[in-house]
C-alpha cells in the first residue's frame, strides 16, 4: 500500500516547528554556506576544466606545427619521429595511402577517424577531435603534411580536476562545519536579549513581581519587544492597583451600612428571642426601624450593582450605535421620576445625534440627574438642557442646591469621593465617577461649574455625529407627484 504523498514534507515542517530559533538559525547558516559552497566549486570546476583544455589544446597545435613542418620537408614517409618518451605526447603520421607511422614502443592510438582522413587527402583543414571510447581519452589534433598528414595525441588527465574537486570538498566541509559554529554563535549572541527576556518574563511570571522592568538593551525589534512587554507590565501594575484601591475603597464603604443593618437586624432578633419585641419597641419605632433597614438593603444595592459596574473595567458589552442623545435624555429623565416621584424635572432638549452605547449614556444621564434630584430644594426642578454646540452635544444638568465648594470641584468624580455636606445623604459616591467613566469611552469630557441659580452645573460635552440620512419611498399610487 503506497503512503499519501504529502506526507514526508509535513513532517519535515513539524519537525522544523519543534526545532528552537536557536537550531534553526543554525542549520540555515550552514545551509546557505554548503550551497555556497556547491555551486562556486561547480563555476571553477567549469572554468578550470576550459583552461587546462584549452592549455592543451594550445600545446597540441604548436607540436603539431613542428612536425608538419618536418613532415613538409622530409616527406610523410621519411621524416624522422621523435622515439616516446615514456608518458606525455603521443604522435603518428598519416601516409597518402592511409596507413600510418608511429615511434617505437608507443601505445596504439584509436583509429584514424574519416575526417581525419579527409585532412590528409587536404580535402578540409585541420581538425581537433577527442576520443573518450577507450579507458583513456584523448585529445587528438589533425594537421595536413606534404601529401599526408601528422597528428599529435594527447591524453586527457582528469588528476587536477579530481585533485581541485577533493580539495574543494575539504574546504566545503570546513566551510560548513565552521559556518556552523559561527552561526550558532551570532544566533546565541543575537538572541541573548531574548533569552534575557525569556528569563524575566519567566521570573514575573513565578514571582508574580510587576515591578521588575525588563532592562532595555538591544536594538531594531528586540527593543520593541522589550519595551512593549515593559508596557505590558505597566499596564498590569496599573489594573492591579486599581483592583487593590477599588477592593479598598469598596471594604471601607460597606463597612458603615452592613455594621449598621447587622446591628439593627441583631437588635430584632435578640428582642424577638426575648419576647420583648412589641414592648421594648412600639409601632412607631419598629417601622422606623424597619425602614432603616429597607433604606440600608437599598443603598447595599445600589452601591454592589455600581461597584460590579465599575469591576467591569469596560463600559458595556453593548455595541456602538448612531443614537439620537434626545430620547436618551428623556428615557433617563423617566427612569428618575419613576424612582424618586417627588423630583421635578424640566427639560429643554433638542434632537443631537451622537455614536454611543445607549444604555451606558443613559446610566450616566440618570445619575446626574439623580445627583442634582439630592441637592435641589422640593420648590425648585432640576433642569436638564441638552443642545447642540459647534461639533459637540452638550448636556447641562442643573439644580438650585448650595452648590459645589471650590474644594471639592477637582475631586467630584473621584470613586467614592463624598463631601462633608453629603456624607448624611444616601449614596456611595460613585454615580460621578461612572459618569465619568462613561464620558471617557465616548471620547468626551465632563466638568462641573456653579450654575446662575446658585446650585451645581455639570456638564457633558460629548463628540456630535452627523444624522442619518432619511429614506423616502413614495406610497402606493404616488409614483408621480400631485398637483
Request: charged share 25%.
Amino acid at each position: 500500500m503506497s503512503r499519501p504523498t504529502g506526507r514526508e514534507p509535513r513532517r519535515l515542517t513539524r519537525w522544523w516547528r519543534r526545532r528552537s530559533l536557536r537550531a534553526r538559525l543554525t542549520v540555515i547558516a550552514a545551509t546557505a554556506i554548503a550551497v555556497s559552497v556547491f555551486v562556486a566549486f561547480q563555476v571553477a570546476s567549469e572554468l578550470l576544466g576550459g583552461e587546462l583544455q584549452d592549455s592543451a589544446k594550445d600545446q597540441l597545435r604548436a607540436d603539431s606545427r613542428v612536425l608538419a613542418a618536418d613532415a613538409e620537408r622530409a616527406g610523410p614517409a621519411q621524416v624522422r619521429l621523435p622515439p616516446y618518451p615514456g608518458s606525455g605526447r603521443l604522435v603518428r603520421v598519416i601516409l597518402p595511402d592511409g596507413s600510418v607511422r608511429t615511434p617505437a614502443g608507443q601505445p596504439s592510438l584509436p583509429p584514424v577517424s574519416e575526417r581525419a582522413e579527409r585532412v590528409a587527402r587536404g580535402v578540409s583543414a585541420d581538425l581537433m577531435e577527442s576520443d573518450d571510447s577507450d579507458e583513456d581519452g584523448y585529445l587528438v589534433y589533425t594537421l595536413r603534411a606534404g601529401d599526408g598528414a601528422v597528428q599529435v595525441a594527447h591524453v586527457v588527465d582528469d588528476s587536477p580536476l579530481n585533485r581541485f574537486g577533493a580539495g574543494m570538498l575539504l574546504i566545503g566541509l570546513l566551510c560548513v562545519v565552521g559556518g556552523a559554529l559561527v552561526g550558532r554563535t551570532v544566533a546565541r549572541a543575537g538572541l541573548a536579549p531574548i533569552d534575557r527576556l525569556t528569563a524575566a518574563a519567566v521570573r514575573v511570571a513565578d514571582t508574580r513581581d510587576l515591578d521588575a522592568d525588563i532592562p532595555d538593551e538591544g536594538g531594531g525589534e528586540i527593543r520593541r519587544l522589550i519595551r512593549s512587554i515593559n508596557d505590558m507590565l505597566a499596564a498590569l501594575r496599573d489594573s492591579r492597583r486599581a483592583q487593590r484601591l477599588l477592593a479598598e475603597d469598596a471594604a471601607h464603604e460597606l463597612k458603615t451600612p452592613l455594621t449598621s443593618l447587622r446591628l439593627n437586624a441583631e437588635l430584632l432578633i435578640r428582642l424577638d428571642r426575648r419576647g420583648t419585641l412589641d414592648s421594648a419597641l412600639p409601632a412607631e419605632s419598629r417601622t422606623r426601624l424597619l425602614k432603616d433597614l429597607g433604606a440600608q438593603v437599598a443603598e447595599l444595592s445600589t452601591l454592589v450593582a455600581e461597584l460590579t459596574d465599575l469591576a467591569r473595567g469596560d463600559v458595556s458589552d453593548e455595541s456602538t450605535e448612531l443614537l439620537d442623545l434626545a430620547d436618551v435624555v428623556v428615557a433617563a429623565a423617566a427612569r428618575a421620576r419613576s424612582r424618586v416621584p417627588d423630583i421635578e424635572i424640566a427639560l429643554d432638549v433638542t434632537s443631537v445625534w451622537v455614536s454611543g452605547r445607549p444604555a451606558a449614556l443613559e446610566r450616566a444621564v440618570l445619575n446626574l440627574v439623580d445627583n442634582a434630584g439630592k441637592w435641589s430644594p422640593g420648590d425648585q426642578p432640576v433642569q436638564v438642557r441638552l443642545h447642540a454646540e459647534g461639533m459637540s452635544a452638550v448636556l447641562e444638568v442643573d439644580d438650585a442646591g448650595p452648590g459645589i465648594d471650590a474644594a471639592d470641584v477637582p475631586r467630584v468624580f473621584d470613586r467614592f469621593y463624598r463631601a462633608d455636606s453629603a456624607r448624611a445623604l444616601p449614596g456611595s459616591g460613585l454615580g460621578l465617577s461612572i459618569v465619568q467613566r462613561v464620558v471617557d469611552a465616548h471620547g468626551g469630557r465632563a466638568t462641573v461649574t456653579r450654575s446662575a441659580r446658585g446650585g451645581a452645573l455639570l456638564r457633558i460635552d460629548l463628540p456630535a455625529a452627523p444624522p442619518p440620512t432619511p429614506i423616502t419611498r413614495p406610497t402606493a399610487g404616488e409614483d408621480t407627484p400631485r398637483r
